[in-house]
């Protein structure tokens, strides 16, 4: 079966330090892989996916399949990026669109 | 901006009671799943919907759970009878696409305590 793990649960950096959340996965087929995000108050939303390859709020995540992580990163924290970051995971074999997340991560962005 | 609708945002209920809740999903996306989240973890998926049919229901424990969307639309999720355990939040999401790059998005979510 899947897993994700965020060996982070809590995260704090000083605007403007780099920030990487860490995500590592298990899964014996190719997954495909997301950030999802929510802010304080808000419904989660996602941040980005693997296969768009971009860049969302200046943030970026490789996928590594030798070290199976998609790690989180941004050269330059804001405050506002402060929320609860999950990562999760699909699978191409079984599921239609089945997320298997994360227990999440807090970051906070210290001014 | 349509939004994932649920309903209540905030139920308490005795143990051994039944208790509903209601997803209205974006119109025009045929794929709707019900999370569960407990406190501390991350959302676990108890049930996806491609139109009315169930896709996916291997987490649910049905025993006590049961979830429908009659016409494809609306979704109900229902819990009987409750059990202390089952307190935690119950999350809808919906997608347009269908399949593994489907970008779900995620209802305010019902906060469920059982007492």
């Known amino acids: 079966a899947q897993r994700v793990t965020q060996p982070e649960k809590l995260l704090s950096v000083f605007k403007g330090a780099p920030v990487e959340l860490k995500c590592n996965y298990s899964?014996?087929?190719?997954?495909?892989l997301f950030w999802y995000v929510q802010y304080s108050r808000q419904r989660l939303q996602l941040l980005l996916r693997?296969?768009s390859r971009e860049s969302i709020k200046g943030f970026t995540a490789d996928l590594n399949k030798g070290e199976t992580s998609f790690h989180l990163k941004k050269p330059f924290a804001q405050e506002e990026d402060s929320a609860m970051y999950y990562c999760?995971?699909?699978?191409?074999?079984?599921?239609?669109?089945?997320?298997?997340f994360g227990q999440g991560t807090i970051l906070t962005v210290h001014p | 901006e349509a939004e994932v609708a649920q309903s209540p945002r905030y139920k308490i209920t005795e143990k051994s009671q039944a208790v509903a809740f209601w997803c209205d999903p974006i119109?025009?996306?045929?794929?709707l799943y019900w999370y569960r989240q407990i406190l501390g973890q991350g959302p676990e998926l108890l049930v996806q919907?491609?139109?009315?049919?169930?896709?996916?229901d291997s987490q649910l424990p049905k025993d006590r759970f049961s979830a429908e969307r009659l016409k494809g639309v609306d979704s109900t999720l229902k819990i009987q009878p409750a059990e202390l355990g089952d307190s935690a939040m119950y999350l809808c999401?919906?997608?347009?696409?269908?399949?593994?790059?489907?970008?779900?998005?995620f209802g305010q979510g019902t906060r469920l305590t059982v007492v």
């Open positions: 999401a919906s997608s347009l696409e269908f399949g593994v790059n489907a970008e779900a998005f």
């Open positions: 899964y014996s087929g190719s997954p495909e």
């Open positions: 693997h296969i």
């Open positions: 999760a995971l699909s699978d191409r074999g079984t599921s239609y669109g089945k997320l298997t």
């Open positions: 119109s025009g996306h045929a794929t």
């Open positions: 919907f491609q139109d009315e049919s169930v896709v996916d």
